[in-house]
């Protein structure tokens, strides 16, 4: 889980998130009558579209998330204390030999790294790949920046209207198609691009001092497993 969040939905339910991504989550609906322990089973309930657990528990369960990266980040002993918030007593034999369990778990990792180094700055990450890639790719076309990042075109839009609006990016006509549109950093997107990289190094140093092996091994592996070698 990446977390729950809670939300006040007017009634006498409280809406949860208990997805694993920000950017897509699933919001329940908890109601004080769904049961008598106030526990969350952490599954979707689609008969009656509920997540059994009080706000309380919302809290403490964030509480406690937070803790524990905290004791891992500064033990450095990640697969002990990581423990606490990737099953605690449950056997995750299985889970931990796959694949597809293991990169999920390191994504959150690193995007939660991620978030400490340039959260402040407001960016997520997709919006510094945008403008990583648009700063190396001056007038790439919107629609070409959503295939490269391997993200669905009605999604890079809003990503782009946040950069624009906050005067980081903008687009631009295109002068042979009327439909197409240019994007290009403006000068204070430049300008804060270069802090957040600086800021970002120090991320990705961090996340490298956790490897046995070297960096650009892991990312040779990656790439080849995305099948981009």
Not at 14 to 20: A, F, K, R
Not at 169 to 187: C, N
Not at 203 to 215: D, K, M, Y
């Amino acid at each position: 889980m990446a977390g729950l969040r809670s939300k006040g939905n007017g009634g006498n339910g409280i809406d949860l998130m208990c997805g694993q991504s920000r950017k897509s989550p699933r919001w329940f609906t908890w109601h004080a009558s769904s049961t008598s322990t106030g526990k969350c089973p952490y599954r979707h309930n689609t008969a009656t579209n509920a997540a059994v657990l009080p706000f309380s528990e919302v809290r403490r369960h964030n509480f406690h998330m937070r803790n524990a990266k905290t004791k891992a980040a500064k033990s450095g002993n990640y697969e002990s204390d990581l423990s606490e918030i990737s099953g605690g007593s449950l056997d995750m034999t299985y889970l931990r030999g796959t694949i597809g369990y293991a990169i999920r778990r390191a994504q959150m990792a690193v995007f939660d790294d991620l978030q400490e180094a340039i959260g402040k700055y407001q960016i997520s990450p997709t919006q510094f790949s945008v403008l990583s890639l648009v700063a190396d790719n001056p007038g790439a076309l919107q629609s070409t920046i959503a295939e490269a990042l391997g993200v669905e075109r009605p999604r890079i839009v809003p990503v782009i209207d946040q950069l624009e609006k906050r005067g980081l990016a903008t687009r631009v006509r295109s002068a042979t198609d009327g439909r197409a549109r240019k994007i290009y950093l403006t000068a204070e997107g430049a300008s804060l691009l270069e802090t957040l990289k600086s800021r970002f190094a120090e991320h990705q140093r961090r996340v490298a001092a956790r490897l046995n092996s070297g960096t650009d091994a892991l990312l040779a592996e990656l790439w080849r497993l995305a099948g981009d070698a």
